[in-house]
């Protein structure tokens, strides 16, 4: 049976602490699924479309990476993928606290998926999307953080 996981998120956008999540998880996986999810509590600055064409472009050469766009609930997208796995990252405590009580939220609605917890290596663990948009949004350099260039604002 083929280990396919999900990596959901926003992704507003996707950094290189979620790179280094994905590069952590490949060996442990057949499949990974990129999922851009809709988060009712975040404000995104870039379009769905965006987000999926950058973490797509990212991946392109890669077979084992998917890049997909969902709303609901990613314990159901899961089932329609076959998914048995969601990945998490962790960069630091309170992370770990969130995640598991989503962990445990998860595993109440579906029972067959199992969360599995990656850690951030130390010198990405301050990386994070909300970083890169106030970078961003007040024209300072957010390039150390990101794989590929985001627009520039007046295009927004």
Not at 36 to 45: A, E, P, R, V
Not at 130 to 150: I, K
Request: hydrophobic share 40%; with cysteine.
């Amino acid at each position: 049976m083929e280990k396919i996981a999900v990596f959901a998120g926003s992704f507003c956008p996707f950094t290189k602490g979620h790179e280094e999540i994905v590069a952590k998880a490949l060996p442990l996986f057949d499949k990974i699924i990129i999922a851009i999810g809709y988060n009712i509590q975040k404000q995104n600055l870039f379009t769905v479309e965006q987000r999926t064409q950058w973490i797509h472009d990212l991946y392109a050469g890669n077979p084992a990476v998917e890049v997909t766009s969902y709303t609901g609930l990613t314990v159901d997208l899961c089932r329609r993928t076959g998914a048995r796995f969601l990945i998490r990252g962790l960069r630091n405590a309170a992370d770990f606290l969130a995640e598991q009580e989503m962990a445990a939220a998860n595993h109440r609605l579906c029972p067959d998926v199992e969360t599995v917890f990656l850690a951030s290596s130390p010198e990405l663990s301050a990386v994070s999307s909300s970083l890169v948009r106030e970078l961003w949004t007040f024209g300072a350099d957010y390039t150390p953080y990101l794989s590929y260039p985001l627009p520039d604002k007046t295009q927004q």
